[in-house]
């Protein structure tokens, strides 16, 4: 990924919610593939690995992701990971040059 194309981000919510009331609090996770291992299915790898342990063993009920339209390679890596796209955010996301819309993409436990 080019550093323009901005990071994506993994949210994890954990079944029941949590904090006040139920209310949400999102964790998030930024993820970069050295230019040398990029290609080499070093990503899904380790998103198939992180989303087994959220949904199975940790008890998420429901992860997001999101990343910048720009960003080609993380949309493709969501989507071989059983991500499903949700939709855009519109100018959701302020980077170094200028507001970007922001894919949604989610799984939650029982997906295939």
Same mark, same amino acid.
């Given at each position: 990924? @080019?550093?323009?194309?901005?990071?994506?981000?993994?949210?994890?919510?954990?079944? !029941?919610? &949590?904090?006040?009331?139920? %209310?949400?609090?999102? *964790? +998030?996770? +930024?993820?970069?593939?050295?230019? $040398?291992?990029? !290609?080499? +299915?070093?990503?899904?790898? *380790?998103?198939?690995?992180? $989303? %087994?342990?959220?949904? =199975?063993?940790?008890?998420?009920? @429901?992860?997001?992701?999101?990343?910048? &339209?720009?960003? &080609?390679?993380?949309? @493709?890596? *969501?989507?071989?990971?059983?991500?499903?796209?949700? +939709? $855009?955010?519109?100018?959701?996301?302020?980077?170094?040059?200028?507001?970007? =819309?922001?894919?949604?993409?989610? @799984? &939650?436990?029982?997906?295939?």
């Amino acid at each position: 990924m @080019r550093p323009r194309d901005g990071p994506s981000r993994l949210v994890a919510v954990p079944a !029941g919610g &949590v904090g006040e009331g139920g %209310a949400l609090v999102p *964790a +998030g996770r +930024g993820v970069r593939v050295l230019p $040398t291992a990029r !290609g080499t +299915g070093v990503a899904p790898r *380790a998103l198939a690995t992180l $989303t %087994a342990w959220a949904l =199975d063993e940790a008890g998420f009920h @429901r992860l997001e992701l999101a990343h910048s &339209v720009r960003n &080609v390679a993380s949309c @493709r890596v *969501a989507t071989k990971s059983g991500f499903a796209l949700e +939709g $855009t955010r519109r100018s959701a996301h302020l980077q170094m040059d200028g507001r970007h =819309d922001m894919h949604l993409h989610a @799984r &939650v436990q029982g997906d295939a």
